[in-house]
């Protein structure tokens, strides 16, 4: 599902800036949605049992819905709602990633969870510094601002392969027939 909604919101913004539309609108809503699908993710392990709180998904779409409001009709990233997201994000999944180093048995390249994890921080982690400073870089310097922003796709494309790996991971292994 995730890889799905992340796929067609990169389709949109593809499509949106090359037809020279805003699309920022589209990309503040997606925070959102990912941040609950990731929330999601992570509370299937038991490592991720704090991310299943409906507080903390609560208490993050109020203080996103605020910051969607304060940014109004400008086309403004909501930098502020990513970033305690980002936090959120990592925490959870380097959780998540310590007790798979810790307990897992055989070869983590075989294990999807610590695909997924490696897509999550890498993502997030790479991306937080770019993005906390676009607001800055978008009224500073516009052609330096264009060019962060592709580290953001090249993140993006490599937080999508590192999810292929995952999906090809957890595909069920076929049983021998009796």
């Known amino acids: 599902m995730w890889v799905l909604i992340c796929s067609g919101t990169e389709f949109i913004g593809i499509v949106t800036s090359l037809a020279g539309i805003v699309n920022v609108a589209v990309f503040n809503v997606f925070i959102l949605l990912e941040f609950v699908l990731l929330l999601r993710l992570v509370s299937l392990w038991p490592q991720g049992r704090t991310a299943r709180s409906p507080w903390l998904i609560g208490g993050f779409t109020v203080f996103w819905a605020v910051e ?86 090249i993140l993006a494309v490599i937080k999508f392969v590192l999810m292929g790996i995952t999906c090809l991971r957890a595909r069920p292994t076929p049983q021998p027939a009796a």
């Open 68 to 153: 969607m409001w304060h940014v109004g009709a400008r086309p403004q990233f909501v930098i502020y709602a990513f970033l305690l997201a980002t936090v959120f994000h990592v925490t959870f999944y380097l959780l998540l990633l310590w007790a798979i180093v810790n307990e897992h048995r055989g070869p983590l390249s075989q294990y999807p969870p610590f695909w997924l994890c490696l897509s999550v921080l890498l993502f997030f982690g790479g991306s937080a510094p770019i993005i906390g400073s676009a607001n800055y870089f978008f009224r500073v310097d516009l052609a330096l601002a264009d060019q962060l922003f592709w580290f953001l796709r």
